[in-house]
């Protein structure tokens, strides 16, 4: 259970210095180890280690054309492979001068909502539940808890089936492209995923119910928290950056903003803004715009002791639930208004790839183009320099775990010597896993680093 | 009668998105009744609990590092049977484009000073370094085609992959076809299976299920000529998930 609540807390077993080696930490996206070691009492060495095998997206990008890349990128994660999508597609449009319709931009926020839904749930049920109900993963579940993981599996479907509807899969979506959708949701679909979405609210009410009685380890760092912000809504698909809700910066100069450097045990950048580390995420965007909420979601916050801003890292988990109810709300406002309005196919509908007749009419010229969105894990960045054929000559994508990195060690770091003489190896160990899992790291996405051309 | 005892079934990643191993969770119902026929030991995406005795492994991703090249090995010793999960796995996937810049460029364009600290190899399909019993392509694989296979897998049978290319089923689909709506489309040399979802919804064929056996390559590189494709560009369609094929194509489209 929660480590340091547990009777075993105060038995002989607690220790003064402990080496914890964590290889392949589980119930995460991706490889990552965690390795601390003390000395006396004292700290020696506190590293996440990423050690997922090196994938070089940035470098296979080079010489592609620019209509590709979004089909290219969205492989570089399976759980966010609409946001990388959708942050290619802004990058790309960027760069070709190419303004999509609000209709489409409409379509693009919905998708991005429901993906946020479909990883938070993900995250919620499948890998930190298990931590807080003392088991090691879903499986026992599926025996002693059958009613909570068919209502889990029954929401994970509705964000599923909202992929397939809007862009025929939600892993590596196929109708979502530079410009537009390559085809219209069909109205059918739109009606049976609305009714799905309404079913949903209750599963959702349980959730919240459930995280109410469940107890989160207490712990407290204050630190940056970077988001993009709107005056008009919860930014996820537009709007500027800000640091813990000051500092307003076009998201293009997000250079100026954040510096990642290489380190020697990690295959992933850490990220740092002002030489400190900071945290992206649900937590970051729930402190920096908690109150452009739906006001479902404001209920829920409430109702779960969640105030911004909020430092204590574990609690990213309830801010997920949090932003499921103001997507699930969101979605539905979204959908009402296609049923009731219906779509323009002339102003959404493209080609996925310049037609033959247009293909040698196209004029590129040289340009560099940046998209962001706030993916589930956190603010994502594509940037691509193209020349003046299309080819792309520079790539650079900022992924969320990079960013999150340095603050989850800086975390450790805190945590440990809070913990140590009070605990066993085993519970520290515990409580490490649980920090690493609440950020919700997606290793595999981690190791596309950025082009260390631009540093 | 005695009961069978259920097979053991591990999962392993190694380089890739893990979007296949997703495709599992993203089964629903279908996952549970799967979960009824056999125990999962080890699918460290999903679970703490990590068995290391398994009759079948499903090894999704490029093998990409000589721990890569250690693990699969080691895998293929203890597993019974052994499939290759996803186009990274059956084919290279999108890793296998990085074969096609040097490697030291590739390390240093992302990784520049710190290049030497990284260790890579040739991205290879699982099926280059060890014997695999069953191949399920796609990127990401197609659910129904995934289900089909673990029926075969269970039963003991043979999995035989179409050979045909994804235009019979997209004529099946009754959809229009790309070339009278001026665009071009990899479908006509790429093996069919996944019921030609990306033409489905309005975008094009890009080959992720790999070539059939014998495409007619020669007529695809002519009717892309056609419609403006260049060269190189007509050979990284070719190669964008089929890098372990990319010299044979080079030397045939050449």
Sequence with gaps: MIPWETSMSSNSSKTKDVKIDVHYLTRVEGHGNIVVDTKDG?????????????????????????????????????????????????????????????????????????????????????????????????????????????????????????????????????SYVIGGLTQLPARENLEKLYKMMLECRKYGDETVKILKKLKFPEFQRPTQYLS??????????????????????????????????VVDYSRAKIATINNKPYAVGALARFNNN??????????????????????????????????????????????????????NEKKIVVSSWPKKSQIDKIKYRPNTGIGCVEVPRGSLFHEYTIDDTGHITAANCVIPTNQNMGNLEEDMRKLVPELLGRHSREEITQALEMLARAYDPCISCATHLLDVRFV | M??????????????????????????????????????????????????????????EGSITTDNDVKRIKKIREKAKVVVALGACATLGGVNGMKNRTPLDVAKERVYADKADTVNTIKAMPVHEVVKVDYFIHGCPVYIPEVITVIKCILMS??????????????????????????????????????????????????????????????????????????????????????????????????
């Design chain 1, 228 to 261: 993009l912000t709107h005056d008009g809504e919860y930014a996820m698909y537009d709007g500027d950056l800000v640091v813990n809700g000051k500092n307003r910066t076009k998201y293009n100069k997000y250079r100026e903003v954040l510096t990642e450097k």
């Design chain 2, 157 to 254: 049978r043979p999995y035989v992959v179409p050979n045909y290319p994804v235009c019979a089923e997209c004529k099946m689909n009754e959809n229009v076809c790309l070339y009278e709506k001026e665009q071009e489309c990899m479908g006509p040399v790429t093996r069919a299976g996944c019921n030609s979802w990306c033409i489905n919804n309005g975008n094009r064929c890009y080959g992720c299920r790999g070539l059939v056996d014998n495409p007619a390559a020669d007529a695809q590189k002519d009717i892309l000529l056609k419609y403006g494709l260049k060269m190189d560009e007509i050979l990284k369609h070719f190669t964008l998930y089929n890098d372990s094929l990319g010299d044979k194509y080079e030397q045939q489209l050449k």
């Design chain 1, 42 to 174: 004292k700290l020696t060495k506190c590293e996440f280690q990423v050690i997922e095998s090196p994938r070089f997206f940035e470098s296979m990008l080079v010489g592609r054309v620019i209509w590709e890349a979004q089909h290219i990128t969205s492989r570089i994660c399976g759980i966010c492979a609409c946001g990388h999508s959708l942050a290619s597609i802004k990058a790309a449009e960027d760069a070709l001068g190419i303004t999509p319709a609000d209709e489409t931009v409409m379509l693009r926020k919905l998708l991005l909502y429901t993906e946020q839904m479909d990883s938070h749930i993900l995250h919620i049920y499948f890998l930190v539940a298990p931590d807080l109900l003392g088991v090691k993963s879903i499986m026992p579940l599926i025996k002693t808890h059958r009613s909570i993981i068919d209502m889990a599996l029954k929401m994970k479907r509705m964000s599923d089936y909202a992929g397939e509807v809007l862009a025929g899969r939600h892993i590596h979506p196929i």
């Design chain 1, 290 to 343: 908690s109150d452009k909420l739906h006001k479902k979601a404001k209920a829920v916050a409430e109702s779960l002791r969640l105030k911004a801003p909020c430092h204590n890292p574990y609690l990213n988990t309830v801010a997920q639930m949090v932003e499921w109810v103001h997507c699930l709300e969101e979605s539905i406002a979204i959908i009402e208004k296609i049923l009731k309005e219906g779509l």
């Design chain 2, 2 to 59: 005695k009961k069978q005892p259920k097979p053991k079934v591990a999962f392993f990643d190694f380089t890739d998105c893990e979007g296949c191993q997703l495709q599992f969770a993203n089964m629903g119902e279908v996952l549970l009744e799967i979960a009824e026929l056999v125990d999962i030991v080890n699918f460290r995406e999903i679970m703490s609990e990590q068995g290391e005795d398994y009759d079948i492994a499903f090894a």
